[in-house]
Protein backbone atom coordinates (compact mmCIF):
# COMPACT_ATOMS: atom_id res chain seq x y z
CA UNK A 1 0.00 0.00 0.00
CA UNK A 2 1.12 3.33 -1.02
CA UNK A 3 0.44 6.95 -0.16
CA UNK A 4 -0.10 9.24 -3.25
CA UNK A 5 0.28 12.55 -4.29
CA UNK A 6 0.05 14.22 -6.99
CA UNK A 7 3.08 16.76 -8.70
CA UNK A 8 1.87 20.22 -9.63
CA UNK A 9 3.35 22.74 -11.74
CA UNK A 10 6.94 24.80 -10.16
CA UNK A 11 5.87 28.35 -9.43
CA UNK A 12 8.16 30.75 -7.31
CA UNK A 13 5.55 31.02 -4.86
CA UNK A 14 4.37 27.16 -4.74
CA UNK A 15 8.25 25.80 -4.27
CA UNK A 16 8.86 29.33 -1.92
CA UNK A 17 8.76 27.19 1.66
CA UNK A 18 11.34 24.98 -0.03
CA UNK A 19 13.64 26.69 -1.92
CA UNK A 20 14.55 28.68 -4.97
CA UNK A 21 12.67 28.34 -8.68
CA UNK A 22 16.05 29.55 -10.96
CA UNK A 23 14.50 30.92 -14.36
CA UNK A 24 15.07 34.02 -16.01
CA UNK A 25 11.40 35.08 -15.63
CA UNK A 26 11.05 38.18 -13.52
CA UNK A 27 14.94 38.25 -12.51
CA UNK A 28 16.86 41.12 -11.65
CA UNK A 29 18.46 41.98 -15.52
CA UNK A 30 22.19 44.14 -15.33
CA UNK A 31 23.24 44.50 -18.94
CA UNK A 32 27.00 43.98 -19.06
CA UNK A 33 29.95 43.54 -21.71
CA UNK A 34 29.23 46.80 -23.55
CA UNK A 35 25.15 46.01 -24.07
CA UNK A 36 26.15 42.57 -25.54
CA UNK A 37 24.93 40.19 -22.38
CA UNK A 38 21.77 40.16 -20.54
CA UNK A 39 22.91 38.62 -16.51
CA UNK A 40 19.53 37.92 -14.65
CA UNK A 41 21.14 38.19 -11.28
CA UNK A 42 21.63 36.46 -8.60
CA UNK A 43 18.63 33.66 -8.80
CA UNK A 44 19.46 31.99 -5.76
CA UNK A 45 21.66 31.71 -2.75
CA UNK A 46 25.25 29.47 -2.67
CA UNK A 47 25.92 28.18 0.80
CA UNK A 48 28.95 26.46 1.63
CA UNK A 49 29.51 26.10 5.61
CA UNK A 50 31.86 24.71 7.52
CA UNK A 51 35.07 24.98 5.78
CA UNK A 52 33.15 23.90 2.20
CA UNK A 53 33.44 25.81 -0.96
CA UNK A 54 31.01 25.70 -3.64
CA UNK A 55 31.59 23.42 -6.67
CA UNK A 56 29.79 23.54 -10.13
CA UNK A 57 29.29 19.39 -11.59
CA UNK A 58 27.20 17.93 -14.37
CA UNK A 59 24.95 15.53 -13.00
CA UNK A 60 23.76 12.68 -15.74
CA UNK A 61 20.49 11.36 -14.48
CA UNK A 62 18.74 8.53 -16.05
CA UNK A 63 14.60 9.06 -15.58
CA UNK A 64 12.91 6.83 -13.34
CA UNK A 65 9.25 5.05 -13.93
CA UNK A 66 6.64 6.93 -13.62
CA UNK A 67 4.08 7.45 -11.23
CA UNK A 68 7.53 7.46 -9.12
CA UNK A 69 7.71 5.22 -5.89
CA UNK A 70 9.27 7.19 -3.31
CA UNK A 71 11.29 5.32 -1.01
CA UNK A 72 13.17 7.82 0.20
CA UNK A 73 14.75 11.41 0.34
CA UNK A 74 17.82 13.27 1.54
CA UNK A 75 19.57 16.17 2.78
CA UNK A 76 22.71 18.38 2.80
CA UNK A 77 22.94 20.12 5.62
CA UNK A 78 26.29 21.77 5.19
CA UNK A 79 25.14 23.07 2.38
CA UNK A 80 22.93 24.19 -0.55
CA UNK A 81 22.29 22.64 -3.63
CA UNK A 82 20.94 23.78 -6.92
CA UNK A 83 19.73 21.96 -10.29
CA UNK A 84 19.65 23.91 -13.86
CA UNK A 85 18.63 21.50 -16.66
CA UNK A 86 21.02 21.38 -19.58
CA UNK A 87 18.00 21.35 -21.54
CA UNK A 88 14.90 22.03 -22.65
CA UNK A 89 12.67 19.17 -20.70
CA UNK A 90 10.62 19.04 -17.70
CA UNK A 91 12.16 17.27 -14.39
CA UNK A 92 9.88 16.44 -11.19
CA UNK A 93 11.27 17.56 -7.86
CA UNK A 94 10.23 16.30 -4.53
CA UNK A 95 10.70 18.17 -1.55
CA UNK A 96 9.56 17.54 2.17
CA UNK A 97 9.26 20.20 5.49
CA UNK A 98 11.53 19.06 8.43
CA UNK A 99 9.26 17.92 11.17
CA UNK A 100 11.38 16.98 14.47
CA UNK A 101 14.37 15.78 12.09
CA UNK A 102 12.71 13.70 10.47
CA UNK A 103 10.54 14.28 6.34
CA UNK A 104 7.07 15.40 7.09
CA UNK A 105 4.49 14.88 3.92
CA UNK A 106 6.54 15.36 0.16
CA UNK A 107 4.92 17.61 -2.14
CA UNK A 108 6.17 17.41 -6.06
CA UNK A 109 6.64 20.35 -8.79
CA UNK A 110 7.16 19.75 -12.48
CA UNK A 111 9.45 21.74 -13.47
CA UNK A 112 8.55 24.15 -17.20
CA UNK A 113 11.34 23.90 -19.81
CA UNK A 114 13.77 27.05 -18.61
CA UNK A 115 13.42 26.56 -14.99
CA UNK A 116 15.73 24.99 -12.26
CA UNK A 117 15.62 24.86 -8.75
CA UNK A 118 17.96 25.51 -5.53
CA UNK A 119 17.40 23.82 -1.88
CA UNK A 120 18.78 25.50 0.93
CA UNK A 121 20.99 23.40 3.72
CA UNK A 122 19.06 21.10 5.37
CA UNK A 123 16.10 20.75 3.04
CA UNK A 124 15.52 17.41 2.63
CA UNK A 125 14.50 16.63 -0.89
CA UNK A 126 14.19 13.43 -3.41
CA UNK A 127 17.00 12.46 -5.93
CA UNK A 128 17.21 14.02 -9.69
CA UNK A 129 14.45 13.07 -11.24
CA UNK A 130 14.85 13.61 -15.49
CA UNK A 131 11.28 12.66 -17.19
CA UNK A 132 11.17 10.39 -20.53
CA UNK A 133 14.75 10.60 -21.20
CA UNK A 134 18.16 11.27 -19.79
CA UNK A 135 19.30 14.40 -18.92
CA UNK A 136 22.47 16.61 -17.87
CA UNK A 137 22.21 19.10 -14.81
CA UNK A 138 24.48 22.08 -13.75
CA UNK A 139 24.91 21.62 -10.33
CA UNK A 140 26.02 24.24 -7.54
CA UNK A 141 26.43 22.26 -4.37
CA UNK A 142 28.84 22.23 -1.52
CA UNK A 143 31.85 20.08 -1.64
CA UNK A 144 34.40 19.69 1.33
CA UNK A 145 35.02 17.81 4.75
CA UNK A 146 32.30 17.05 6.96
CA UNK A 147 29.25 15.22 6.41
CA UNK A 148 27.01 16.30 4.20
CA UNK A 149 24.77 13.66 3.25
CA UNK A 150 21.18 12.34 5.62
CA UNK A 151 19.30 9.41 3.74
CA UNK A 152 15.99 8.62 5.21
CA UNK A 153 13.92 5.61 4.31
CA UNK A 154 10.35 5.70 4.34
CA UNK A 155 8.62 3.15 6.17
CA UNK A 156 5.79 3.24 3.62
CA UNK A 157 6.34 4.31 0.27
CA UNK A 158 4.53 7.29 -1.47
CA UNK A 159 3.16 7.07 -5.02
CA UNK A 160 4.21 10.38 -6.90
CA UNK A 161 1.91 10.86 -10.03
CA UNK A 162 2.21 13.23 -12.53
CA UNK A 163 -0.51 15.83 -13.46
Same mark, same amino acid.
Given at each position: ?? +???? =??? $?? #??? @? =????? /????????? #? !???????? +?? !??????? =????? #??????????????? $? +????????? $??? *?? @???? !?? +??????????????? &???????? *??? *???????????? /???????? &???? /?????????????? =????????? $??
Amino acid at each position: MS +RTIT =ARP $LT #REA @F =APFGS /VIEKKDSEV #R !HINNGMCI +RH !HDLAPVD =AAEGG #RPAISIFAGKPYDMP $L +RLTMVERHP $LGS *QA @FMPL !HN +RPFLVVVCPDEAGKP &GTPSAFVT *QSG *QGVSFPAGLWHG /VLTPLDEP &GDFL /VVDRVGPGENLEEF =AFDEPWLVK $LP
